[in-house]
């Protein structure tokens, strides 16, 4: 066998190999997140250490505000104006007890992996940020159902094209 064969076929097994491990690691990681939506639960880290598990019935408890915001889809014809049930996501932080003092950002997951993140002046503005579990009066339908966007969605009201809003959301981290 040739030395430039020899290096291609290295190369190639070193480059299958790291895939194979990369792809067992998504694997757990998507079972993981999965699992949380399955509950209706959502994982609240502080600088990636999980500190709190909120499940549907806690974030009920907790006040909720109805708003309206218009949803702009790249499916879609024109924006559609929907009323969303949620709770302000600075509210949600204060009610898990994590404080945003000397924090720049909070990274919202969601289980098909996007990832967007939020300054926290976004968060702290006024009616801006939410974490909602209802659309015009029902429960978001969760990932895999028909029309899913939940069971959690973080709607940006100041992102006029909701470009960085994410559905399924299953974590938030505070960094």
Known sequence: ???????????????????????????????????????????????????????????????????????????????????????????LFASAGISLEGKTRVVVHSVDGYAVPLTIEEIQALENVYLVYKDNGQYLASYGEADGQGPYMIVIRGDRFSQRWAKYVCELDVQ
């Open 1 to 91: 066998m040739k030395k430039n064969t020899k290096i291609i076929v290295t190369i190639l097994v070193v480059l299958l190999v790291t895939t194979a491990i990369g792809s067992v690691w998504n694997r757990q990681y998507a079972s993981e997140k999965a699992a949380l939506l399955e509950k209706a639960e959502i994982a609240v880290l502080d600088e990636g250490r999980e500190v709190s598990r909120l499940s549907m019935d806690v974030i009920g408890q907790l006040p909720t505000a109805d708003f309206t915001a218009m949803l702009k889809s790249s499916v879609m014809k024109s924006p559609e104006e929907h009323r969303y049930t949620g709770i302000a996501l600075s509210d």
